[in-house]
């Protein structure tokens, strides 16, 4: 993705902090730059401050996804606080300052320092991104669905695919098996070729 003007650097950081933490959409709209952590690896998704789900508050250490997505994420954080100059209370993913441009049209015009009412403008950011690398729209809340997926092939033992599913914000681990971990018909056939083969 782009990342020459605020508006293209937001949206790539965006994209990358989806994947990076698996948040959904309602509470990344709501995150402050209090909440992220880059030292730790970590999001707070404190429910008093962030839309999450059930109203329920609790920590995501970043998914091993890649050392270059983290670097964007990080860059993000970097860039708001040290070449902005933005405090902690402001947000993490600000929305689009527009104003009437000198051709009596709302235009964009950079970043303003509110938060989004919700989560509209971050589904827009994903729909122009997919269709700009000429694939298939793929909404945020899939990019959990790819994270349930990515723990089933990590997680050895019972023990870390529990903190997988909890990461993900799950209380029990039968939530992401149910909700996130459908097989594909594809897959299931090699698994059951290759239990056969043993």
Not at 58 to 76: L, M, N, Q
Not at 79 to 95: A, I, N, Q, S, V
């Amino acid at each position: 993705m782009p990342a020459l003007t605020d508006i293209e650097r937001r949206d790539r950081a965006l994209i990358a902090f989806t994947i990076l933490t698996g948040a959904r959409d309602g509470a990344i709209a709501s995150f402050k730059l209090r909440h992220i952590d880059v030292v730790d690896n970590k999001i707070d998704q404190d429910a008093r401050e962030v839309q999450t789900k059930f109203s329920k508050s609790f920590v995501t250490t970043f998914f091993p996804v890649g050392d270059d997505i983290r670097a964007v994420v990080v860059d993000w954080v970097a860039y708001l606080r040290t070449e902005k100059h933005w405090g902690l209370d402001d947000p993490l993913f600000p929305m689009t300052k527009v104003v009437v441009g000198d051709n009596l049209r709302f235009g964009a015009v950079g970043l303003d320092r509110k938060h989004w009412s919700n989560a509209g403008p971050i589904r827009a950011i994903f729909k122009t991104a997919f269709a700009a690398a000429d694939l298939p729209y793929f909404n945020p809340h899939s990019f959990r669905k790819t994270l349930a997926l990515l723990g089933g092939e990590l997680c050895e033992t019972p023990e870390q695919y529990k903190a997988w599913s909890q990461n993900l914000g799950h209380e029990h681990v039968l939530t992401t098996f149910t909700s996130y971990g459908n097989v594909s018909s594809h897959r299931q056939a090699e698994i059951i070729r290759a239990m056969a083969s043993q």
